[in-house]
Protein backbone atom coordinates (compact mmCIF):
# COMPACT_ATOMS: atom_id res chain seq x y z
CA UNK A 1 0.00 0.00 0.00
CA UNK A 2 0.95 3.67 -0.57
CA UNK A 3 1.38 5.55 2.04
CA UNK A 4 -0.96 8.12 2.54
CA UNK A 5 -0.15 11.63 1.85
CA UNK A 6 -3.54 13.07 1.81
CA UNK A 7 -6.39 12.71 4.43
CA UNK A 8 -9.79 13.21 3.72
CA UNK A 9 -11.11 11.44 6.13
CA UNK A 10 -11.03 13.50 9.76
CA UNK A 11 -15.17 12.50 10.19
CA UNK A 12 -13.78 9.24 10.99
CA UNK A 13 -10.77 10.80 13.44
CA UNK A 14 -8.48 13.47 13.08
CA UNK A 15 -4.72 13.62 14.81
CA UNK A 16 -3.99 15.27 18.02
CA UNK A 17 -2.82 18.55 17.88
CA UNK A 18 0.61 19.17 19.43
CA UNK A 19 -0.37 21.62 21.76
CA UNK A 20 -3.18 19.55 22.93
CA UNK A 21 -0.60 16.70 23.41
CA UNK A 22 2.15 18.72 25.29
CA UNK A 23 -0.95 19.69 27.67
CA UNK A 24 -1.80 15.77 28.01
CA UNK A 25 2.00 15.12 28.29
CA UNK A 26 2.80 15.91 32.12
CA UNK A 27 -0.46 13.63 33.20
CA UNK A 28 1.29 10.65 32.11
CA UNK A 29 3.96 10.88 34.16
CA UNK A 30 4.91 13.76 36.35
CA UNK A 31 1.48 14.46 37.46
CA UNK A 32 -0.28 10.89 37.68
CA UNK A 33 -2.07 11.08 40.57
CA UNK A 34 -5.42 9.78 41.60
CA UNK A 35 -8.19 12.51 41.02
CA UNK A 36 -10.18 10.95 44.14
CA UNK A 37 -6.54 11.08 46.17
CA UNK A 38 -6.33 13.87 48.69
CA UNK A 39 -2.49 14.68 48.85
CA UNK A 40 -1.09 16.67 46.75
CA UNK A 41 -0.34 15.17 42.98
CA UNK A 42 -3.85 13.71 43.35
CA UNK A 43 -5.11 17.15 43.87
CA UNK A 44 -3.41 18.21 41.07
CA UNK A 45 -5.17 16.03 38.72
CA UNK A 46 -8.33 16.82 40.03
CA UNK A 47 -8.04 20.23 39.71
CA UNK A 48 -6.77 19.62 35.65
CA UNK A 49 -9.77 17.47 35.23
CA UNK A 50 -11.80 20.46 36.82
CA UNK A 51 -10.23 22.99 34.52
CA UNK A 52 -11.28 20.86 31.29
CA UNK A 53 -14.55 20.94 32.22
CA UNK A 54 -14.78 24.51 32.96
CA UNK A 55 -13.46 24.51 29.18
CA UNK A 56 -15.95 22.62 27.86
CA UNK A 57 -18.69 24.37 29.77
CA UNK A 58 -17.85 27.43 28.51
CA UNK A 59 -17.52 26.36 24.93
CA UNK A 60 -21.44 24.51 25.16
CA UNK A 61 -22.91 28.00 27.23
CA UNK A 62 -23.26 25.26 29.78
CA UNK A 63 -22.49 25.25 33.51
CA UNK A 64 -19.21 23.13 34.72
CA UNK A 65 -21.58 20.80 36.60
CA UNK A 66 -23.61 20.17 33.90
CA UNK A 67 -20.27 17.94 32.01
CA UNK A 68 -19.61 14.91 33.16
CA UNK A 69 -16.64 13.29 31.09
CA UNK A 70 -17.04 10.05 29.15
CA UNK A 71 -15.18 7.48 27.68
CA UNK A 72 -16.17 8.07 24.19
CA UNK A 73 -19.41 9.54 22.27
CA UNK A 74 -20.91 6.22 22.04
CA UNK A 75 -20.60 6.08 25.64
CA UNK A 76 -22.22 9.50 25.52
CA UNK A 77 -25.19 8.53 23.57
CA UNK A 78 -25.81 5.14 25.49
CA UNK A 79 -25.99 7.21 28.81
CA UNK A 80 -28.22 9.68 27.84
CA UNK A 81 -30.50 7.21 25.90
CA UNK A 82 -30.48 4.89 28.57
CA UNK A 83 -30.49 6.73 31.67
CA UNK A 84 -33.19 8.90 30.76
CA UNK A 85 -35.20 5.86 29.51
CA UNK A 86 -34.64 4.17 32.49
CA UNK A 87 -35.03 6.97 35.21
CA UNK A 88 -38.15 8.09 33.84
CA UNK A 89 -39.71 4.73 33.41
CA UNK A 90 -42.91 6.02 35.31
CA UNK A 91 -43.81 8.71 33.16
CA UNK A 92 -43.54 6.86 29.63
CA UNK A 93 -42.28 4.20 27.73
CA UNK A 94 -42.06 6.42 24.11
CA UNK A 95 -39.00 7.65 22.34
CA UNK A 96 -38.27 9.26 19.43
CA UNK A 97 -35.11 9.12 17.17
CA UNK A 98 -34.72 9.49 13.53
CA UNK A 99 -33.36 6.64 11.14
CA UNK A 100 -30.46 8.48 10.02
CA UNK A 101 -28.75 8.08 13.58
CA UNK A 102 -25.29 6.90 14.09
CA UNK A 103 -25.53 3.47 15.40
CA UNK A 104 -24.33 4.66 19.35
CA UNK A 105 -28.20 5.64 18.84
CA UNK A 106 -29.95 3.02 16.28
CA UNK A 107 -28.54 0.23 18.70
CA UNK A 108 -28.80 1.50 21.74
CA UNK A 109 -32.44 2.08 21.14
CA UNK A 110 -32.76 -1.45 19.46
CA UNK A 111 -31.50 -2.66 22.56
CA UNK A 112 -34.39 -0.55 24.81
CA UNK A 113 -36.69 -1.74 22.34
CA UNK A 114 -36.23 -5.76 23.78
CA UNK A 115 -36.58 -3.92 27.19
CA UNK A 116 -40.30 -3.24 26.64
CA UNK A 117 -39.32 0.61 25.33
CA UNK A 118 -41.14 2.26 22.37
CA UNK A 119 -39.18 4.10 19.78
CA UNK A 120 -40.75 5.89 16.37
CA UNK A 121 -38.00 5.87 13.95
CA UNK A 122 -39.15 9.43 11.44
CA UNK A 123 -38.51 8.68 8.33
CA UNK A 124 -35.84 11.72 7.10
CA UNK A 125 -36.11 13.75 3.18
CA UNK A 126 -33.67 13.04 0.35
CA UNK A 127 -31.68 15.64 1.67
CA UNK A 128 -31.38 13.54 4.93
CA UNK A 129 -33.28 16.70 6.69
CA UNK A 130 -35.64 15.75 9.97
CA UNK A 131 -38.74 17.95 9.69
CA UNK A 132 -38.99 19.61 12.91
CA UNK A 133 -42.92 19.21 12.93
CA UNK A 134 -42.89 15.44 12.52
CA UNK A 135 -40.98 15.34 15.98
CA UNK A 136 -43.79 17.55 17.04
CA UNK A 137 -46.65 15.31 15.48
CA UNK A 138 -44.88 12.09 16.81
CA UNK A 139 -44.71 12.96 20.36
CA UNK A 140 -47.40 10.91 22.33
CA UNK A 141 -48.62 11.17 26.20
CA UNK A 142 -45.67 8.81 27.06
CA UNK A 143 -43.25 9.92 25.35
CA UNK A 144 -39.81 10.36 27.62
CA UNK A 145 -37.12 11.64 25.26
CA UNK A 146 -36.06 12.76 21.48
CA UNK A 147 -32.93 12.20 20.69
CA UNK A 148 -31.82 13.72 16.79
CA UNK A 149 -28.23 13.96 15.85
CA UNK A 150 -27.11 17.84 15.32
CA UNK A 151 -25.33 16.77 11.67
CA UNK A 152 -25.19 13.33 10.12
CA UNK A 153 -21.30 11.73 10.29
CA UNK A 154 -22.16 10.31 6.74
CA UNK A 155 -23.78 13.15 4.22
CA UNK A 156 -23.21 15.75 6.60
CA UNK A 157 -26.59 17.39 7.07
CA UNK A 158 -27.40 19.54 9.75
CA UNK A 159 -30.52 18.81 11.26
CA UNK A 160 -32.96 21.70 12.75
CA UNK A 161 -32.13 21.20 16.11
CA UNK A 162 -33.02 24.41 17.66
CA UNK A 163 -36.74 24.43 16.34
CA UNK A 164 -36.31 20.96 17.31
CA UNK A 165 -35.79 21.99 20.84
CA UNK A 166 -38.46 24.59 21.12
CA UNK A 167 -41.00 22.01 20.18
CA UNK A 168 -39.50 19.39 23.33
CA UNK A 169 -39.65 22.18 25.54
CA UNK A 170 -43.13 23.33 24.64
CA UNK A 171 -44.02 19.62 25.15
CA UNK A 172 -42.12 18.50 28.28
CA UNK A 173 -40.33 16.13 26.62
CA UNK A 174 -36.07 15.53 27.40
CA UNK A 175 -34.04 16.24 24.26
CA UNK A 176 -30.73 14.88 23.43
CA UNK A 177 -28.44 15.55 20.32
CA UNK A 178 -25.21 13.42 19.44
CA UNK A 179 -23.75 16.09 18.49
CA UNK A 180 -20.25 14.00 17.69
CA UNK A 181 -19.90 15.42 14.48
CA UNK A 182 -20.96 19.14 15.40
CA UNK A 183 -18.64 20.21 17.69
CA UNK A 184 -15.55 21.63 16.45
CA UNK A 185 -16.76 22.56 13.72
CA UNK A 186 -20.42 24.51 14.25
CA UNK A 187 -20.83 26.95 17.19
CA UNK A 188 -22.86 25.58 19.97
CA UNK A 189 -24.88 27.06 23.00
CA UNK A 190 -26.86 24.58 24.56
CA UNK A 191 -29.42 27.28 25.98
CA UNK A 192 -30.40 28.69 22.69
CA UNK A 193 -30.58 25.24 21.32
CA UNK A 194 -33.02 23.68 24.31
CA UNK A 195 -31.29 20.48 24.29
CA UNK A 196 -30.95 18.54 27.83
CA UNK A 197 -28.27 16.55 26.80
CA UNK A 198 -25.45 16.62 24.41
CA UNK A 199 -22.73 13.90 23.49
CA UNK A 200 -19.26 15.20 21.84
CA UNK A 201 -16.12 13.42 21.33
CA UNK A 202 -12.47 14.80 21.31
CA UNK A 203 -11.23 12.99 18.23
CA UNK A 204 -13.09 14.80 15.72
CA UNK A 205 -11.64 17.66 16.78
CA UNK A 206 -7.97 16.91 16.99
CA UNK A 207 -8.26 15.74 20.29
CA UNK A 208 -6.95 12.28 21.99
CA UNK A 209 -8.89 9.04 21.51
CA UNK A 210 -11.20 6.99 24.21
CA UNK A 211 -12.61 10.72 25.91
CA UNK A 212 -16.20 12.01 25.45
CA UNK A 213 -18.28 14.17 27.42
CA UNK A 214 -22.33 14.13 28.27
CA UNK A 215 -23.80 17.74 28.93
CA UNK A 216 -26.70 16.50 31.34
CA UNK A 217 -28.85 19.80 31.74
CA UNK A 218 -29.50 20.77 35.21
CA UNK A 219 -32.52 19.05 36.86
CA UNK A 220 -32.86 15.96 34.07
CA UNK A 221 -33.71 12.71 35.46
CA UNK A 222 -30.71 10.62 34.70
CA UNK A 223 -29.93 6.98 36.32
CA UNK A 224 -25.64 6.88 36.96
CA UNK A 225 -24.37 5.15 34.03
CA UNK A 226 -21.31 3.15 35.66
CA UNK A 227 -21.76 2.16 39.67
CA UNK A 228 -18.85 1.70 41.70
CA UNK A 229 -16.98 4.85 42.97
CA UNK A 230 -18.04 8.64 43.45
CA UNK A 231 -16.47 9.93 40.35
CA UNK A 232 -18.50 12.36 38.43
CA UNK A 233 -20.33 13.42 41.44
CA UNK A 234 -21.02 9.62 41.62
CA UNK A 235 -22.90 9.45 37.86
CA UNK A 236 -19.87 7.81 36.32
CA UNK A 237 -17.49 5.84 38.06
CA UNK A 238 -14.48 5.07 37.24
CA UNK A 239 -10.76 6.46 37.36
CA UNK A 240 -10.50 9.35 35.51
CA UNK A 241 -8.67 9.00 32.65
CA UNK A 242 -6.76 12.31 33.06
CA UNK A 243 -4.31 13.05 30.19
CA UNK A 244 -7.72 12.17 28.04
CA UNK A 245 -9.92 14.72 29.68
CA UNK A 246 -6.83 17.47 29.98
CA UNK A 247 -6.53 16.73 26.14
CA UNK A 248 -10.02 17.14 25.30
CA UNK A 249 -10.45 20.19 27.17
CA UNK A 250 -7.63 21.91 25.17
CA UNK A 251 -8.78 21.04 22.08
CA UNK A 252 -12.13 22.45 22.70
CA UNK A 253 -11.00 25.56 23.98
CA UNK A 254 -8.50 25.77 20.25
CA UNK A 255 -11.82 24.58 18.92
CA UNK A 256 -13.90 27.08 19.62
CA UNK A 257 -10.98 29.84 18.96
CA UNK A 258 -10.67 28.65 15.69
CA UNK A 259 -13.79 28.07 14.58
CA UNK A 260 -14.71 30.86 12.13
CA UNK A 261 -11.46 30.39 9.96
CA UNK A 262 -11.51 27.01 10.10
CA UNK A 263 -15.11 26.82 8.55
CA UNK A 264 -14.52 29.33 5.84
CA UNK A 265 -11.56 27.01 4.86
CA UNK A 266 -13.85 24.20 4.77
CA UNK A 267 -16.17 25.68 3.02
CA UNK A 268 -13.93 26.65 0.44
CA UNK A 269 -12.89 23.20 -0.27
CA UNK A 270 -16.25 21.70 0.40
CA UNK A 271 -17.65 24.34 -2.92
CA UNK A 272 -14.81 23.67 -4.69
CA UNK A 273 -14.53 20.21 -4.30
CA UNK A 274 -18.65 19.86 -4.89
CA UNK A 275 -18.91 21.70 -7.75
CA UNK A 276 -15.50 20.24 -9.38
CA UNK A 277 -16.48 16.25 -9.20
CA UNK A 278 -20.36 16.99 -10.56
CA UNK A 279 -18.59 19.05 -13.48
CA UNK A 280 -16.17 16.70 -14.25
CA UNK A 281 -17.88 13.10 -13.74
CA UNK A 282 -20.65 11.98 -15.03
CA UNK A 283 -23.34 10.06 -13.66
CA UNK A 284 -22.68 11.25 -9.75
CA UNK A 285 -25.02 12.75 -7.24
CA UNK A 286 -24.44 14.58 -4.06
CA UNK A 287 -25.57 12.87 -1.10
CA UNK A 288 -26.78 15.58 2.10
CA UNK A 289 -28.53 18.45 1.83
CA UNK A 290 -26.93 20.97 -0.86
CA UNK A 291 -26.38 24.31 1.71
CA UNK A 292 -27.28 22.65 5.38
CA UNK A 293 -24.26 20.59 5.71
CA UNK A 294 -21.33 20.38 7.44
CA UNK A 295 -18.26 23.11 6.38
CA UNK A 296 -16.26 20.37 6.09
CA UNK A 297 -18.44 17.29 4.32
CA UNK A 298 -18.78 16.14 1.28
CA UNK A 299 -20.32 12.91 0.08
CA UNK A 300 -21.38 11.36 -3.91
CA UNK A 301 -22.21 8.50 -5.51
CA UNK A 302 -20.41 7.26 -8.26
CA UNK A 303 -23.27 5.21 -10.50
CA UNK A 304 -21.84 2.09 -12.11
CA UNK A 305 -19.03 1.38 -9.12
CA UNK A 306 -18.27 0.24 -5.80
CA UNK A 307 -17.27 2.01 -3.12
CA UNK A 308 -14.79 -0.08 -1.82
CA UNK A 309 -12.97 -0.30 -4.52
CA UNK A 310 -13.17 3.63 -5.53
CA UNK A 311 -11.31 3.88 -1.66
CA UNK A 312 -8.53 1.34 -2.71
CA UNK A 313 -7.57 3.31 -5.78
CA UNK A 314 -7.54 6.48 -4.31
CA UNK A 315 -5.58 4.99 -0.80
CA UNK A 316 -3.13 3.30 -4.11
CA UNK A 317 -2.32 7.04 -5.03
CA UNK A 318 -2.21 8.04 -0.81
CA UNK A 319 -5.77 9.51 -0.12
CA UNK A 320 -7.35 8.08 2.42
CA UNK A 321 -10.68 8.68 2.34
CA UNK A 322 -14.62 6.83 3.38
CA UNK A 323 -17.67 4.94 2.06
CA UNK A 324 -20.75 3.88 2.96
CA UNK A 325 -20.32 0.50 0.55
CA UNK A 326 -21.58 -2.35 2.63
CA UNK A 327 -18.24 -4.21 1.52
CA UNK A 328 -16.32 -1.68 3.79
CA UNK A 329 -17.98 -2.72 6.98
CA UNK A 330 -18.59 -6.21 6.22
CA UNK A 331 -21.97 -6.13 5.55
CA UNK A 332 -23.37 -6.72 2.47
CA UNK A 333 -26.17 -3.92 2.77
CA UNK A 334 -24.74 -0.44 2.01
CA UNK A 335 -24.95 2.58 4.66
CA UNK A 336 -28.40 3.06 6.40
CA UNK A 337 -27.74 6.83 6.31
CA UNK A 338 -28.11 6.38 1.90
CA UNK A 339 -30.95 3.68 1.81
CA UNK A 340 -33.16 6.43 4.33
CA UNK A 341 -32.45 9.13 1.90
CA UNK A 342 -34.26 6.75 -0.98
CA UNK A 343 -30.76 5.58 -2.95
CA UNK A 344 -31.36 1.83 -4.46
CA UNK A 345 -28.91 -0.49 -3.62
CA UNK A 346 -26.92 -0.28 -6.61
CA UNK A 347 -25.78 3.35 -6.40
CA UNK A 348 -25.63 3.38 -2.76
CA UNK A 349 -22.81 0.57 -2.79
CA UNK A 350 -20.89 3.25 -4.69
CA UNK A 351 -20.35 6.23 -2.52
CA UNK A 352 -17.31 8.52 -1.31
CA UNK A 353 -17.29 10.61 1.64
CA UNK A 354 -14.78 12.96 2.05
CA UNK A 355 -14.65 15.36 5.05
CA UNK A 356 -11.74 17.83 5.02
CA UNK A 357 -9.56 18.97 8.46
CA UNK A 358 -7.68 21.86 8.96
CA UNK A 359 -4.59 20.72 6.92
CA UNK A 360 -5.82 20.35 3.72
CA UNK A 361 -5.28 22.72 1.02
CA UNK A 362 -6.35 23.25 -2.32
CA UNK A 363 -3.39 21.78 -3.56
CA UNK A 364 -4.83 18.35 -2.02
CA UNK A 365 -8.06 19.27 -4.11
CA UNK A 366 -6.28 19.51 -7.28
CA UNK A 367 -4.60 16.20 -6.98
CA UNK A 368 -7.46 14.46 -5.84
CA UNK A 369 -9.36 16.19 -9.22
CA UNK A 370 -6.12 14.64 -11.40
CA UNK A 371 -6.83 10.91 -9.96
CA UNK A 372 -10.35 11.23 -9.08
CA UNK A 373 -12.17 11.35 -12.90
CA UNK A 374 -9.27 8.51 -14.18
CA UNK A 375 -10.23 6.00 -11.74
CA UNK A 376 -14.06 6.12 -11.51
CA UNK A 377 -13.31 5.54 -15.58
CA UNK A 378 -11.21 2.85 -15.19
CA UNK A 379 -13.77 1.39 -12.56
CA UNK A 380 -16.82 1.84 -15.26
CA UNK A 381 -14.97 0.46 -17.72
CA UNK A 382 -14.44 -2.67 -15.92
CA UNK A 383 -18.08 -2.39 -14.77
CA UNK A 384 -21.23 -4.57 -16.69
CA UNK A 385 -23.32 -2.13 -15.46
CA UNK A 386 -22.00 0.96 -17.02
CA UNK A 387 -21.64 -1.30 -20.04
CA UNK A 388 -25.49 -1.57 -20.36
CA UNK A 389 -25.57 2.13 -19.96
CA UNK A 390 -23.23 2.89 -22.54
CA UNK A 391 -25.01 0.19 -25.03
CA UNK A 392 -28.29 1.93 -24.39
CA UNK A 393 -26.89 5.11 -25.47
CA UNK A 394 -25.08 4.37 -28.02
CA UNK A 395 -29.02 2.83 -29.90
CA UNK A 396 -30.43 5.81 -28.87
CA UNK A 397 -27.91 7.92 -30.88
CA UNK A 398 -28.21 5.44 -33.29
CA UNK A 399 -32.16 6.64 -33.60
CA UNK A 400 -31.59 9.83 -33.59
CA UNK A 401 -29.39 9.89 -35.97
CA UNK A 402 -32.17 7.76 -38.62
CA UNK B 1 -6.79 -6.74 5.21
CA UNK B 2 -6.29 -8.52 1.66
CA UNK B 3 -3.00 -10.35 0.38
CA UNK B 4 -0.56 -8.56 -2.00
CA UNK B 5 -1.62 -11.19 -4.56
CA UNK B 6 -5.46 -9.77 -4.15
CA UNK B 7 -3.65 -6.02 -4.30
CA UNK B 8 -2.12 -6.67 -7.14
CA UNK B 9 -4.75 -8.48 -9.09
CA UNK B 10 -7.32 -5.73 -8.23
CA UNK B 11 -4.99 -2.97 -9.41
CA UNK B 12 -3.86 -4.72 -12.12
CA UNK B 13 -6.80 -7.08 -13.18
CA UNK B 14 -6.14 -9.25 -15.99
CA UNK B 15 -8.34 -10.13 -18.98
CA UNK B 16 -10.82 -7.31 -18.10
CA UNK B 17 -13.57 -6.85 -21.14
CA UNK B 18 -15.54 -8.65 -23.16
CA UNK B 19 -15.41 -11.38 -26.16
CA UNK B 20 -17.35 -10.07 -29.19
CA UNK B 21 -18.13 -13.49 -30.08
CA UNK B 22 -17.70 -15.49 -27.10
CA UNK B 23 -18.89 -19.29 -27.53
CA UNK B 24 -20.47 -19.02 -23.76
CA UNK B 25 -21.56 -15.61 -22.05
CA UNK B 26 -22.57 -16.22 -17.89
CA UNK B 27 -23.92 -13.01 -14.99
CA UNK B 28 -24.12 -13.73 -11.73
CA UNK B 29 -24.85 -12.12 -8.45
CA UNK B 30 -26.92 -9.11 -8.44
CA UNK B 31 -26.79 -5.06 -7.53
CA UNK B 32 -28.67 -5.29 -4.36
CA UNK B 33 -25.42 -7.27 -3.00
CA UNK B 34 -22.83 -4.79 -4.13
CA UNK B 35 -21.22 -7.29 -6.81
CA UNK B 36 -21.75 -8.20 -10.52
CA UNK B 37 -20.00 -10.56 -12.72
CA UNK B 38 -20.25 -11.11 -16.07
CA UNK B 39 -17.59 -14.03 -17.83
CA UNK B 40 -17.21 -14.04 -21.17
CA UNK B 41 -15.74 -17.77 -22.66
CA UNK B 42 -14.06 -18.62 -25.73
CA UNK B 43 -14.02 -22.60 -26.53
CA UNK B 44 -12.10 -24.53 -29.25
CA UNK B 45 -12.25 -28.14 -29.14
CA UNK B 46 -13.80 -28.27 -25.30
CA UNK B 47 -10.77 -26.25 -24.51
CA UNK B 48 -11.03 -22.57 -23.01
CA UNK B 49 -8.91 -20.53 -25.27
CA UNK B 50 -10.18 -17.33 -24.12
CA UNK B 51 -11.64 -15.73 -20.78
CA UNK B 52 -12.40 -12.33 -19.74
CA UNK B 53 -14.58 -10.84 -17.61
CA UNK B 54 -16.24 -7.25 -16.15
CA UNK B 55 -17.41 -6.66 -12.75
CA UNK B 56 -19.12 -4.55 -10.53
CA UNK B 57 -18.02 -5.10 -6.69
CA UNK B 58 -15.41 -4.56 -4.16
CA UNK B 59 -11.43 -5.22 -4.74
CA UNK B 60 -11.99 -9.16 -3.67
CA UNK B 61 -14.85 -8.98 -6.68
CA UNK B 62 -12.55 -7.80 -8.76
CA UNK B 63 -9.10 -9.99 -7.85
CA UNK B 64 -11.30 -13.22 -7.98
CA UNK B 65 -12.96 -12.25 -11.09
CA UNK B 66 -9.56 -11.56 -12.29
CA UNK B 67 -7.79 -14.97 -11.16
CA UNK B 68 -10.67 -16.89 -12.29
CA UNK B 69 -10.11 -16.18 -15.65
CA UNK B 70 -6.05 -16.72 -15.57
CA UNK B 71 -7.27 -20.10 -13.56
CA UNK B 72 -9.71 -21.13 -16.49
CA UNK B 73 -8.14 -20.51 -20.17
CA UNK B 74 -6.29 -23.19 -21.16
CA UNK B 75 -8.36 -26.02 -19.51
CA UNK B 76 -11.45 -28.28 -20.83
CA UNK B 77 -14.67 -27.36 -20.05
CA UNK B 78 -14.90 -30.61 -17.56
CA UNK B 79 -11.48 -29.44 -15.94
CA UNK B 80 -12.97 -25.85 -14.82
CA UNK B 81 -16.22 -26.90 -13.94
CA UNK B 82 -14.10 -28.28 -10.83
CA UNK B 83 -13.01 -24.54 -9.82
CA UNK B 84 -14.57 -23.74 -6.68
CA UNK B 85 -14.90 -20.38 -4.98
CA UNK B 86 -11.80 -21.91 -2.12
CA UNK B 87 -9.91 -23.02 -5.44
CA UNK B 88 -10.14 -19.13 -6.59
CA UNK B 89 -9.91 -17.50 -2.92
CA UNK B 90 -6.42 -20.02 -2.52
CA UNK B 91 -5.09 -18.91 -5.44
CA UNK B 92 -4.90 -15.24 -4.32
CA UNK B 93 -3.23 -16.49 -1.21
CA UNK B 94 -6.60 -16.08 0.98
CA UNK B 95 -9.53 -13.71 1.54
CA UNK B 96 -10.88 -12.30 4.47
CA UNK B 97 -13.67 -14.20 6.16
CA UNK B 98 -16.28 -11.63 5.22
CA UNK B 99 -15.42 -11.47 1.77
CA UNK B 100 -15.34 -15.23 0.93
CA UNK B 101 -18.84 -14.41 -0.40
CA UNK B 102 -17.45 -12.59 -3.17
CA UNK B 103 -15.33 -15.84 -4.16
CA UNK B 104 -18.82 -17.30 -5.01
CA UNK B 105 -19.41 -14.62 -7.95
CA UNK B 106 -16.14 -16.19 -9.85
CA UNK B 107 -17.14 -20.10 -8.78
CA UNK B 108 -20.83 -19.16 -10.37
CA UNK B 109 -19.91 -16.83 -12.92
CA UNK B 110 -17.38 -20.05 -15.07
CA UNK B 111 -20.30 -22.43 -14.27
CA UNK B 112 -23.22 -20.05 -15.82
CA UNK B 113 -20.83 -19.46 -18.63
CA UNK B 114 -19.98 -22.75 -19.19
CA UNK B 115 -23.70 -23.37 -18.85
CA UNK B 116 -24.73 -21.16 -21.57
CA UNK B 117 -22.23 -22.72 -23.65
CA UNK B 118 -23.75 -25.93 -23.17
CA UNK B 119 -27.26 -24.65 -23.90
CA UNK B 120 -26.13 -23.02 -27.13
CA UNK B 121 -24.32 -26.14 -28.35
CA UNK B 122 -27.39 -28.15 -26.95
CA UNK B 123 -25.70 -30.18 -24.64
CA UNK B 124 -27.98 -28.55 -22.06
CA UNK B 125 -31.61 -27.96 -22.42
CA UNK B 126 -32.43 -25.90 -18.82
CA UNK B 127 -32.33 -22.52 -19.70
CA UNK B 128 -32.64 -21.27 -16.16
CA UNK B 129 -29.45 -19.61 -14.93
CA UNK B 130 -28.72 -20.38 -11.29
CA UNK B 131 -28.57 -16.98 -9.43
CA UNK B 132 -26.73 -18.24 -6.99
CA UNK B 133 -24.56 -15.59 -5.48
CA UNK B 134 -27.84 -13.69 -4.78
CA UNK B 135 -28.92 -17.46 -2.68
CA UNK B 136 -25.84 -17.55 -0.98
CA UNK B 137 -25.80 -13.57 0.04
CA UNK B 138 -29.38 -14.22 1.43
CA UNK B 139 -27.25 -16.84 3.67
CA UNK B 140 -24.66 -14.83 4.13
CA UNK B 141 -26.89 -11.85 5.69
CA UNK B 142 -28.91 -14.39 7.53
CA UNK B 143 -25.96 -15.67 9.28
CA UNK B 144 -24.78 -12.15 10.24
CA UNK B 145 -28.33 -10.97 11.46
CA UNK B 146 -28.01 -14.22 13.96
CA UNK B 147 -24.68 -13.02 14.79
CA UNK B 148 -26.01 -9.96 15.99
CA UNK B 149 -28.73 -11.43 18.21
Not at chain 1, 52 to 79: C, H, M, Y
Not at chain 2, 13 to 34: H, T
Request: with cysteine; proline share 3%; glycine share 8%.
Amino acid sequence: MTETNIYFDHAATTWVKPEVLETMMPYFKDKYGNASSVYAIGRESKKAIEEARDKVALVLGAQPKEIFFTGSGTEADNWAIKGVAYANRDKGKHIITSNIEHHAVLHTCKYLEKEGFEVTYLPVDKDGLLDAEQVREAIRPDTILVSVMFANNEIGTIQPIAEIGKITKEKGVFFHTDAVQAVGNIKINVDDINVDLLSISAHKFYGPKGVGALYIRRGTKITSFIHGGAQERGRRASTENVPGIVGLGKAIEIADLNIESYNKKLLELRERTINEVLNKIPYVRLNGHRQKRLPGNVNFSFEFIEGESLLLMLDMKGIAASSGSACTSGSLDPSHVLMAIGLPHEIAHGSLRLTFGEENTHEDIDFLMEVLPGIVSKLREMSPLYEAVVSKERIERGNKNV
Amino acid sequence: MYSEKVIDHFMNPRNVGEIKDADGVGQVGNAKCGDIMKMYLKIENDIIVDAKFKTFGCGAAVATSSMATELVIGKTVDEALKITNKVVAEALNGLPPQKMHCSNLAEEAIRAAIEDYKIKKGILNDTTMKQACSRRCDDVQAEMNDHDE
